[in-house]
T-cell receptor, first 113, second 113 residues
Framework: KAGVTQTPRYLIKTRGQQVTLSCSPISGHRSVSWYQQTPGQGLQFLFEYFSETQRNKGNFPGRFSGRQFSNSRSEMNVSTLELGDSALYLC???FGQGNSPLHFGNGTRLTVT | GNSVTQMEGPVTLSEEAFLTINCTYTATGYPSLFWYVQYPGEGLQLLLKATKADDKGSNKGFEATYRKETTSFHLEKGSVQVSDSAVYFCALSDLPGNTPLAFGKGTRLSVIA
């Protein structure tokens, strides 16, 4: 079965712009989580959506937001981009209950200039 | 707060050598603990997990034991192979659905024949 798909793979944006990243989970998965990966901070949890509701949230400013659609696909939006937002953004999906493992996508590489 | 500290890499070993990657955590409650692995060119995937104290997770010859008294979850393998070359991440979760909340910065392992 198809894995977690993230689009686009690469993005280049300018400071002050906004960006939307997309994540299509594995069929049947209802939970989608987002992470930011940078060389300095490593992997940091952004937020998790489960059945169209934000269930958990990390310590990121309000410029980072997301949503989940009825088909479990999720989008993440970053407004007023800063240079420090340059990172690999990873999405992961799971059934979201019990001990179901997360399945990660290959990420979207965002570069802010 | 919740955090994970794992040994810095890179680690280079000869085939059939013994591997230990140290991981310690800080958490307010009783989290679940995970090791994730990222093989070259692939996404992160769950290697093993433990959900309570003294549990041992195991997979593909790797093992890790949840030690509450030392707040540790060290990864071990008795005899590494070239195919084990990857980046290993320790993680914890105290969230519903076991969504990883905090990751270590990753340890790159290279195994040479």
């Amino acid at each position: 079965k198809a894995g977690v798909t993230q689009t686009p793979r690469y993005l280049i944006k300018t400071r002050g712009q906004q960006v939307t990243l997309s994540c299509s989970p594995i069929s049947g998965h209802r939970s989608v989580s987002w992470y930011q990966q940078t060389p300095g901070q490593g992997l940091q949890f952004l937020f998790e959506y489960f059945s169209e509701t934000q269930r958990n949230k990390g310590n990121f400013p309000g410029r980072f937001s997301g949503r989940q659609f009825s088909n479990s696909r999720s989008e993440m939006n970053v407004s007023t981009l800063e240079l420090g937002d340059s990172a690999l953004y990873l999405c992961a999906s799971s059934f979201g209950q019990g001990n179901s493992p997360l399945h990660f996508g290959n990420g979207t590489r965002l570069t802010v200039t | 707060g919740n955090s994970v500290t794992q040994m810095e890499g890179p680690v280079t070993l000869s085939e059939e050598a013994f591997l230990t990657i140290n991981c310690t955590y800080t958490a307010t409650g009783y989290p679940s603990l995970f090791w994730y692995v990222q093989y070259p060119g692939e996404g992160l995937q769950l290697l093993l997990k433990a959900t309570k104290a003294d549990d041992k997770g195991s997979n593909k010859g790797f093992e890790a034991t949840y030690r509450k008294e030392t707040t540790s979850f060290h990864l071990e393998k008795g005899s590494v192979q070239v195919s084990d070359s990857a980046v290993y991440f320790c993680a914890l979760s105290d969230l519903p659905g076991n969504t990883p909340l905090a990751f270590g910065k990753g340890t790159r392992l290279s195994v040479i024949a």
